[in-house]
């Protein structure tokens, strides 16, 4: 079975610094690999998703991520942000070549000061 | 932009009493997601609809947790009786079919409380 590890539950940073939030993951067959973000009392939307193709995903709101097969991560990061940014971000993953349906991690709060 | 749809957002009940949630799916999204998330937590399968049966229960505490989509567009998620532990998020999701189930479409939530 695959699973998820989210480094830090925590991550403060300052407004317009860049930030990253680690993910690892645990599977020994392919896997597709998602982060999701979650506003305070609303359900979580897509960031972004690897799939296959280029290691180096974009997402919306300006973050991108990494897939590394060899340290089998895939951290999500933004070179600026905003005070909006301030939510939960879960990193999943599910297998390519089955059920689909993501295993997600425990999240990590990032908090954005002015 | 269609958006998957849930009521109530909100509900606080006694323990030992039931209580149901509502989840109306994105328009011809064949595939029905009920999540559980605690709080600290991400979100776990509690069971899966495709169309109007079910895929995935395995997750699902059948002694007091059922779901139904009876016609295979909304769905109902019902608790009963309710426990202390059953306080959480309850995310409903969508997707065009199981093969897109990587690109789900969550609505905001129910947050269930029980004193």
């Known amino acids: 079975a695959q699973s998820v590890t989210q480094l830090d539950s925590q991550v403060p940073v300052f407004e317009e610094a860049p930030v990253e939030l680690r993910c690892n993951y645990s599977?020994?067959?392919?896997?597709?690999l998602f982060w999701y973000v979650q506003y305070p009392n609303q359900g979580l939307q897509l960031l972004l998703k690897?799939?296959?193709?280029?290691?180096l995903v974009k997402g919306i709101n300006g973050f991108e991520a990494e897939f590394n097969k060899s340290q089998t991560s895939f951290h999500l990061r933004k070179p600026s942000v905003h005070i909006s940014d301030t939510a939960e971000y879960f990193c999943?993953?599910?297998?390519?070549?089955?059920?689909?349906?993501?295993?997600f991690g425990r999240g990590t709060s990032l908090i954005v000061h002015p | 932009e269609a958006e998957v749809a849930q009521s109530p957002r909100y509900k606080i009940t006694e323990k030992s009493q039931a209580v149901a949630f509502w989840c109306d799916p994105i328009?011809?999204?064949?595939?029905l997601y009920w999540y559980r998330q605690i709080l600290g937590q991400g979100p776990e399968l509690l069971v899966q609809?495709?169309?109007?049966?079910?895929?995935?229960d395995s997750q699902l505490p059948k002694d007091r947790f059922s779901a139904e989509r009876l016609k295979g567009v909304d769905s109902t998620l019902k608790i009963q009786p309710a426990e202390l532990g059953d306080s959480a998020m309850y995310l409903c999701?969508?997707?065009?079919?199981?093969?897109?189930?990587?690109?789900?479409?969550f609505g905001p939530g129910t947050r269930l409380t029980v004193t």
């Open positions: 999701a969508s997707s065009r079919g199981q093969a897109e189930a990587y690109e789900q479409y």
């Open positions: 599977s020994s067959v392919s896997v597709y």
């Open positions: 690897y799939l296959s193709g280029s290691t």
């Open positions: 999943a993953v599910s297998l390519s070549g089955g059920s689909y349906i993501p295993t």
């Open positions: 328009s011809g999204h064949a595939t």
């Open positions: 609809f495709q169309d109007e049966s079910v895929v995935d």
